[in-house]
């Protein structure tokens, strides 16, 4: 396996105990930070020269939040690694109990081609914090970024414990085939499947993110010029290329014919009459994406947009209707500038519609009343959810992201992060004293020994009262 010696220098390194010390984490971590500081320039170029990403959207994404996350795990990661005291029961008062945050080992991080900085750093800051040995798989696309990842990320992190490999999906296939401790994956479910299968035969944990249709319900009560703006904001960032992206609007037909015109006016206001000439929309990443987009577009439909260029990888911010809910493009993550609607009769039938499909990624819901935000907060399931905007509860380092079900499963950002790539390790420390009082758990038993032993390690119910 052209990977097994790597595999084992790493293993070795974390076996001795290097990456344990918090002072070796925090050096790591602030040369991580040094590279994205130094290479800043290198990383907008790389960008823009593989999807025409516009200035914001790349500095936001892959500086200012990879940033966020790296100074709030340097600021708090000595609280993060201390040991968590726990409650004790009456034996084992004298004794200490406590949670150690244990790295798992080595890992592994496969990243994703919509975002192929912000995610596989995000995922790197965690694992490095946790104390982990880590051998990062960038995405095989966008070739620049690819290159400025493997060239160069290695060179500021200790290459005894820290790794960047540019494999083939071949080669993918032969990473996976090595023993890790821990596969953090983010992509498409079909591939998380194939990732299980290989993590099952050395009984390996993961964290996988897989996207997922994510509905948008617009009630009937809310502000449509706002909510037009939001929703495109959200929907064709990044050109659409963002797993958390609304995938599709539910509303009424009334709302529909509201809104429709707003959605042109702020396509509009954002990228001009003809967004091709816009040096604020980005492309298409590959020619495989490109083509999947292409064939999922319905132009017959398109109220907005529709335009394509298969030379530049440009789709145009598009709007479809008469969407019917058996449509291929309803059938997964759209991950393009394509935003379906599809008409609803009433909140509920929204709530049915959602929860007739896989579980998704988020559930965005608009509305003026908060009562109707609450009631599809209550009666959907999904990873993440987001009321009366788009995106934005990505940012924040102090919430949970991660999928359930289809979309995914286990949790990362801020302290998340740390917490997926550590094990947390339940101790306790007894004291040798009170010998007699353990000698009570000890054969022969009888009914004497039972009864004290009932007395001092029952926990019971808060409250609660016995009727004599």
Not at 11 to 20: D, I, M, N, Q, V
Not at 56 to 69: G, P, Q, S, T
Not at 98 to 125: E, M, Q, T
Not at 189 to 208: E, H, S, Y
Request: glycine share 6%; charged share 20%; proline share 6%.
């Amino acid at each position: 396996n052209p990977y097994a010696e790597l595999v084992s220098r790493l293993r070795a390194s974390w076996l001795s105990g290097k990456t344990r010390p918090m002072e070796f984490r925090v050096a790591q971590l602030e040369a991580l930070g040094r590279f994205l500081d130094e290479k800043k320039q290198d990383i907008m170029e790389a960008l823009a020269s593989d999807t025409h990403e516009p200035a914001f959207e790349a500095e936001y994404c892959n500086i200012l939040l990879c940033k966020n996350e790296l100074n709030n795990t340097l600021n708090k990661l000595d609280t993060w690694m201390k040991d968590e005291h726990v409650e004790r029961n009456l034996v084992t008062q004298l004794d200490t109990a406590f949670i150690r945050k244990d790295p798992y080992g080595v890992v592994l991080i496969i990243a994703p081609w919509p975002y192929p900085i912000y995610v596989p750093l995000v995922a790197l800051i965690g694992a490095i914090a946790a104390g982990n040995c880590v051998i990062v798989k960038p995405a095989e696309i966008p070739k620049n970024t690819k290159a400025l990842l493997a060239e160069v990320l290695s060179s500021y992190l200790d290459k005894d414990c820290y790794a960047v490999v540019s494999a083939s999906e071949e080669g993918t296939t032969k990473l996976l085939e090595n023993k890790f401790d821990y596969i953090f994956y983010t992509g498409t479910p079909a591939m998380g499947r194939i990732i299980m299968t290989a993590a099952a035969k050395n009984l390996t944990p993961v964290m996988m993110e897989l996207g997922g249709t994510n509905p948008c319900y617009v009630s009937d009560n809310c502000e449509v010029h706002i909510v037009a703006r939001r929703v495109a904001w959200g929907r064709f960032f990044h050109a659409g290329q963002t797993c958390v992206a609304p995938n599709y609007i539910l509303c009424s037909a009334e709302m529909q014919e509201k809104l429709l015109p707003a959605l042109r006016e702020a396509i509009t206001e954002f990228y001009g009459p003809d967004p091709k000439e816009s040096p604020d929309f980005a492309r298409i990443t590959g020619d495989e994406q490109f083509q999947r987009m292409r064939a999922l577009l319905v132009t017959r439909n398109a109220a907005i947009g529709g335009q394509t260029d298969e030379q530049e990888r440009y789709i145009a911010p598009t709007v479809l209707v008469d969407v019917q809910p058996s449509d291929p493009i309803m059938q997964e993550s759209i991950l393009g500038p394509i935003l379906p609607i599809i008409t609803v009769t009433s909140v509920d039938e929204a709530i049915d519609f959602i929860n007739a499909r896989e579980r998704p990624l988020v559930v965005y819901v608009f509305s003026s009343d908060k009562k109707v935000v609450n009631h599809v907060l209550e009666r959907t399931s999904s990873g993440g959810f987001c009321g009366n905007d788009t995106l934005m509860h990505v940012t924040l380092t102090s919430l949970p992201f991660g999928g359930i079900g289809e979309s995914g499963m286990g949790l990362y950002h801020g302290q998340f992060t740390f917490d997926t790539f550590s094990h947390h390790r339940g101790c306790l420390q007894r004291t040798t004293a009170l010998e007699p009082v353990t000698a009570l758990r000890y054969p022969p038993y009888n009914a004497h020994k039972t009864g004290l032993v009932r007395v001092a390690s029952e926990l019971k119910r808060q409250g609660a009262c016995t009727l004599l």
